[in-house]
């Protein structure tokens, strides 16, 4: 009784410290003295000081100090095995489910070990109290613990799995009609319903499901039927007012976790493309304005388990990830995971990139050729995607497969597609990949190249689009375009041998005479070479007399409104790192984006500021911005450095991307703004953008219209006219803006609001570079324009008759 009366006086001091506390680590409450009290004291003691708590648990501090005593283990008898087990049966039955659950997954492992040390009498003597427990028990884990001790049941377990979803169903329905054993799914389900509630798998649980999976004749195949499971299910929409839209219940997420983590276990590339649209998805806003991802934590071990089956196909899919979802924690993951694949084979994250490339087993043409029954099907690459030929028995392309070919080799075009879809998926990232060494000044030597580029079949294809630098120390710079791996060709069409011993950079215009840029400017044009991104006719932004009077910021972006929600997911997908402005924080007086250039070791910030009396609609942002300040600050210091300093690869493309925000999500790009009647006092500044001055990409789109105008078939219709194309057609004249698209019709310039335009033969025109929009709307107004008569559609045709 001496030893009760003690446990109980250790057992109130530790809660009242909690107590004393809003909330406590785990690791924190076990170094508190009161508790370390318990933890240090003879076995017998500490035992009973678990059994008082046990008793009693009716807080969250009683399952906490519980869960932290019990950790190491003691030899319980049969009795304690009892009393730790009875009153949590007694709580289930009155209703009192989350103690009972907190109470039991604190003792579950202390229980499972002395089990196996009992005597078979006594063992059965507990079993009926072990399942009960185990049967009414909210932790699925838990209960999988508790469950193994009674010992198998006949039939499938699939009432492990929650049916409080539109997953649970699914997920049974999996379960129950895969081609597997029975006692192989009953392993995976135990498995499964094991998975930790929260946290990362232990090493224990990861070596069972590689025994687990074991088993399984086909593990991908039922691991990929349960991804499909949660990738079908619905959303659960609520039924009261007060419930909110549900994707996952706390178990059934717990299971899936496992399901991820068993796909990574396999390291089978199949599944790659499932965890990408699972991480997609999971990662989605549902539940309106003030709604939450259907489960970031499904998604961020999606992410992992992409990583951990590695392979070059990971890296495709993983990157593929990156560029299709916006969620800072989730990039942060897949950044880490990537990060992460590289240090594990001694590599940059830049060298992982570009040895991970996959070659989809083509040639080195960039071309695969599979066999019909008549004729063969060939893949070719480009340097901006990929197509699917059919080449008859006399060689000759056709565009379409004959019927009696389609229908013979169904299975193998079916297969061909999809690996055409996995090709341009790697093609995207390649050509993202590459736009970013614009601004990292990378160098390699000139063998290190020629594998890792020009002899790629995919990034070679790109690689003979782009202009390199071959630099030696002792001779000048060697400038071209790759023809092969001896030769380039100079921007005056003349050939050059690129020296055995070069080192290689891509070659940039902020680094080049003004007659040097217009010079390969003239020979893409000519050549009609499409690049994969803008190189030659990239925008370029020097240092401006107001910026060296302001010396340490620039406002040349300043004043613009602009849509947050759009523009954040426009930096996050450029590489910058928006902190957003909700109107729940009134402690942040401004938005700021930031970019690190590492190789540099400084990071740009652009400032922007909410506009406080337009209400968030749809998220808890506020939906418009005006933009403010770019500086610059040395990574290191953390101190800024004044703008001259700043080196003018970095500062040209730190300003193109912020022009860049701003020229497509401002509300001067938005054609219908004011015919929506919004804001009414920016009405002003939509007609300055929408009219004004060009801007660097403006008169970039000026001088390739220059140039391919008058190889229209329009050119007699148009001329430019200071910042507009100007086209006559029979009704009216309308002058097209070369910034922003927007028209205006004479006599009077009226307004005509036309959206994305699109003309047959404005798509067929050759362009240097297929990334600028504008351009092409510009294009297609002009054919539109040029031939007004025909126009048919009823709301342009009523603005242009408007007198």
Same mark, same amino acid.
């Given at each position: ?36 009290? =318990? ?24 399952? #906490?100090?519980?869960?932290? /005593? ?10 304690? =095995? ?6 949590? !049966? ?26 196996? $040390? ?5 063992? &059965? ?9 185990? &049967? ?58 094991? +998975? ?89 806003? /549902?539940?309106? %304005? ?42 942060? #993951?897949?950044?880490?995971? !990537? ?46 995607? $990929? ?31 999809? @690996?055409?879809?996995? /090709?341009?998926?790697? !093609? ?99 050549? %009609? ?17 107001? @910026? ?33 402005? $909700? ?24 400032? +922007?500021?909410? =506009? ?19 500086? +610059? ?123 994305? $335009?699109?003309?047959? #033969? ?6 240097? +570079? ?20 025909? !126009?048919?559609?009823?709301? /342009? ?7």
């Amino acid at each position: 009784m001496a030893g009760d009366s003690e446990a109980a006086t250790l057992v109130a001091a530790a809660l009242q410290a909690l107590r004393g506390r809003s909330w406590t680590a785990d690791a924190d409450a076990r170094a508190m003295p009161e508790i370390q009290v =318990i933890l240090q004291a003879p076995d017998a003691l500490r035992l009973e000081c678990i059994l008082t708590v046990s008793d009693r648990v009716d807080s969250y501090h009683c399952a #906490q100090l519980l869960l932290v /005593i019990a950790r190491k283990r003691l030899q319980l008898s049969a009795a304690h =095995i009892e009393r730790l087990l009875t009153p949590r !049966i007694g709580q289930f039955e009155q209703s009192q489910g989350w103690r009972s659950s907190e109470a039991l997954r604190a003792v579950s492992r202390q229980i499972e070990h002395a089990y196996a $040390a009992l005597p078979g009498a006594e063992q &059965e003597r507990l079993k009926p109290l072990l399942a009960r427990a185990a &049967e009414q028990v909210q932790d699925a884990a838990t209960a999988t613990r508790l469950r193994k001790l009674v010992g198998p049941e006949e039939g499938l377990r699939v009432d492990l799995i929650d049916e409080g979803d539109d997953i649970g169903p699914r997920l049974r329905c999996a379960f129950e009609t895969a081609d597997e054993p029975a006692e192989a799914r009953a392993a995976v389900l135990d498995l499964l319903a094991a +998975f930790p509630t929260q946290g990362k798998p232990a090493k224990k649980w990861l070596t069972e499901a590689e025994r687990v999976t074991g088993l399984l004749s086909k593990p991908a195949a039922l691991i990929g039927a349960l991804l499909d499971a949660a990738l079908d299910a619905a959303d659960t929409e609520p039924r009261r007012t007060t419930a909110v839209t549900r994707y996952v219940t706390a178990g059934n997420e717990a299971f899936l976790c496992g399901v991820v983590a068993v796909a990574g276990v396999l390291r089978d590339s199949t599944l790659l493309p499932q965890l990408r649209r699972l991480a997609v998805k999971t990662v989605t806003v /549902i539940g309106g %304005q003030f709604g939450n991802p259907r489960s970031l934590r499904l998604a961020n071990s999606s992410a992992q388990a992409m990583a951990d089956i590695g392979g070059a196909s990971s890296i495709t899919e993983l990157l593929a990830l990156e560029r299709s979802v916006r969620h800072g924690t989730l990039l942060r #993951q897949v950044r880490k995971a !990537i990060d992460a694949l590289a240090s594990a084979q001694g590599l940059t994250r830049d060298q992982l990139l570009e040895r991970a490339v996959e070659t989809h087993d083509l040639d080195a043409d960039g071309k695969r050729r599979q066999p019909l029954t008549r004729g063969s099907a060939e893949v070719v690459v480009d340097g901006r995607t $990929a197509t699917l030929l059919y080449v008859d028995e006399k060689q000759t392309p056709r565009k379409s497969v004959p019927p009696d070919v389609k229908q013979t080799e169904a299975e193998t075009l079916a297969a061909l597609r999809n @690996e055409l879809k996995a /090709i341009r998926k790697t !093609i995207a990232g390649e050509r993202v990949r590459l736009d970013g060494l614009m601004a990292a000044d990378r160098r390699w030597p000139l063998d290190n190249w020629r594998t890792w580029y020009l002899d790629h079949p995919i990034t070679g294809r790109m690689t003979r689009t782009l202009v390199w630098v071959f630099s030696t120390p002792d001779g000048p710079d060697v400038v071209g375009v790759p023809l092969d791996a001896a030769t380039v060709v100079t921007s005056s069409g003349q050939q050059a041998a690129i020296p055995p011993d070069a080192e290689v950079r891509l070659w940039h215009p902020i680094h080049a005479t003004a007659d040097d840029v217009r010079a390969w400017r003239r020979y893409l044009l000519e050549q %009609q070479v499409v690049q994969p991104f803008k190189q030659a006719f990239r925008e370029l932004y020097v240092l401006t007399p107001a @910026e060296e009077q302001t010396r340490v910021y620039s406002n040349r972006f300043a004043g613009h409104v602009f849509g947050q929600v759009q523009a954040r997911a426009l930096m996050k997908g450029r590489g910058w790192a928006p902190v957003a402005v $909700a109107w729940w924080d009134d402690g942040i007086d401004h938005g700021v984006a930031r970019r690190t250039f590492d190789a540099a070791g400084i990071r740009a910030e652009f400032y +922007f500021d909410p =506009i406080h009396d337009q209400e968030p609609a749809a998220t808890d942002l506020y939906p418009y911005c005006t933009s403010d300040q770019v500086r +610059f600050v040395d990574v290191r210091t953390d101190e800024t450095i004044e703008l001259a300093e700043v080196p003018p690869l970095v500062l040209t493309e730190a300003l193109r991307d912020v022009d860049l925000f701003v020229a497509v999500t401002s509300i001067g790009a938005d054609p219908e703004w004011l015919d929506r009647g919004t804001e009414r006092r920016f009405e002003t500044y939509w007609h300055t953008f929408g009219f004004g001055e060009l801007s660097a990409a403006g008169e970039i789109r000026r001088e390739v219209l220059e140039q391919l105008v008058p190889r229209l078939a329009i050119a007699d219709r148009c001329e430019f006219e200071d910042r507009y194309l100007t086209v006559r057609g029979d009704l009216r004249a309308y002058r097209i803006h070369l910034g922003s698209g927007n028209i205006l019709m004479s006599p009077n310039d009226q307004y005509l609001c036309i959206v994305a $335009a699109r003309d047959s #033969q404005a798509q067929k025109l050759f362009l240097p +570079f297929d990334d600028d929009p504008v351009l092409s709307l510009v294009l297609s107004k002009a054919f539109l324009l040029a031939n007004d008569t025909a !126009i048919k559609d009823p709301t /342009i045709v009523a603005q242009i008759n408007r007198r």
